[in-house]
C-alpha cells in the first residue's frame, strides 16, 4: 500500500511541531506535570539503581536506602552468577551513589535499592548485568535505573526478553544511552525509557526527542553530583541524566499507581518542556 497523496507519510506527520499539536489539545493536553506529579514525593516506590553499588550512608541519601545485592561473576555457579546480600549498601566506584543521590533529590520519599554490578575500575560482565536486572524485576521494584549498557550483540535478545517481562510486570526501565554514537542494549528497545544528556541544570525540566531510540533529554552537563567517602564531584555523561528521568518516574508512579509503563511514557511526553502548551 502506498501513501495517500492527501496525506504525509507517518514520518512527515509525527514531526516535533505535529506531536506538540498533538499534546496542546484534546484529552492529552490534561496531563500537566502539576497532574502528573505535583505533591508527590515518590512515596511507597521502589528504585533499584543497577550500578556500582551505592554508599548508604552518604548524607546526600539521607537514609533512603532500603536494600542491597551484589551480583557476583561466578563460572561455576548456575547461569554464571552469584548473589550476595549487600548489607549495608556499598559503593566501589562513586557512580551509583550519583544516580542514587540524583534519584532521591527529586523523590525524597522513594525507597532505593542497590544492586552492584560493577567493580572498582566501573567494569563487569554483562550477564552480571543482565542478572542484576533481572533480580530487580523478580523482586518488585517498580522502576529501574540502569546508568550502564552493553554494545555486544550476543546479548540483544537476553535484554530484550528482560525488558518485556519488565513491561509487563509494570516496571519502568530508565536506560542511559550509550557515550558514543554506537548501539546499546537496553536502551535501544521501545518497552525503555532511553535518556542522553542536555545542558541544563533544572532537574525537572526534560526534552522530548521526536526521532527515537533516544527519547528523553535530561541534565548531565556540569552536574554536582554525590560520590563514595561522603564526597561530592561535578561529572557530566547520559549516565547522569537517566536518574533525573527516573526520580521524576517515581513521582509519577507514586501519584498514579495505576498508571502502566506505556502510560507512564505517554505522561513523560506530555510534560517535557518542549512539548507543554504555552498559553
Not at 13 to 40: C, H, M, N, R, Y
Not at 214 to 229: C, H, L, Q, R
Not at 239 to 260: D, M, N, Q, Y
Request: glycine letters at 6%.
Amino acid at each position: 500500500m502506498t501513501d495517500s497523496p492527501l496525506r504525509p507519510a507517518w514520518s512527515e506527520q509525527f514531526t516535533a511541531e505535529a506531536i506538540k499539536q498533538l499534546v496542546s489539545s484534546g484529552p492529552i493536553s490534561e496531563l500537566t506535570p502539576e497532574w502528573a506529579f505535583g505533591d508527590s514525593t515518590g512515596r511507597g516506590v521502589r528504585v533499584a539503581v543497577v550500578d556500582s553499588g551505592v554508599e548508604s550512608d552518604h548524607p546526600a541519601l539521607a537514609g533512603c536506602v532500603r536494600g542491597g545485592m551484589i551480583v557476583e561473576y561466578d563460572p561455576h555457579a548456575e547461569n554464571w552468577v552469584r548473589y550476595e546480600t549487600d548489607d549495608p549498601p556499598r559503593d566501589l566506584a562513586g557512580h551509583g551513589t550519583a544516580c542514587a543521590g540524583i534519584i532521591h533529590s527529586l523523590a525524597p520519599d522513594a525507597e532505593i535499592y542497590s544492586v552492584r554490578v560493577l567493580g572498582k575500575e566501573m567494569q563487569g560482565r554483562a550477564i552480571q548485568f543482565a542478572a542484576g536486572l533481572d533480580w530487580a524485576i523478580e523482586h518488585d521494584m517498580q522502576v529501574v535505573n540502569l546508568s550502564l549498557s552493553t554494545s555486544k550483540e550476543e546479548y540483544f535478545a537476553l535484554f530484550h526478553d528482560l525488558a518485556d517481562q519488565a513491561y509487563f510486570k509494570n516496571v519502568n526501565i530508565v536506560s542511559a544511552v550509550n557515550n558514543v554514537p554506537a548501539p546499546s542494549y537496553p536502551s535501544q528497545y521501545s518497552s525503555v525509557i532511553s535518556v542522553a544528556a542536555h545542558e541544563g541544570h533544572d532537574p525537572f525540566t526534560y526534552y522530548y526527542n521526536p526521532t527515537p531510540p533516544v527519547e528523553f533529554g535530561a541534565p548531565g552537563i556540569d552536574i554536582e553530583v554525590a560520590w563514595i567517602n561522603k564526597q561530592y564531584l561535578t561529572c557530566t555523561g547520559n549516565s547522569f541524566a537517566a536518574p533525573h528521568i527516573a526520580g521524576i518516574v517515581a513521582l509519577i508512579r507514586a501519584k498514579h499507581p495505576e498508571l502502566t509503563p506505556f502510560q507512564v511514557k505517554t505522561v513523560l511526553l506530555s510534560c517535557a518542556a518542549n512539548m507543554v502548551h504555552q498559553e
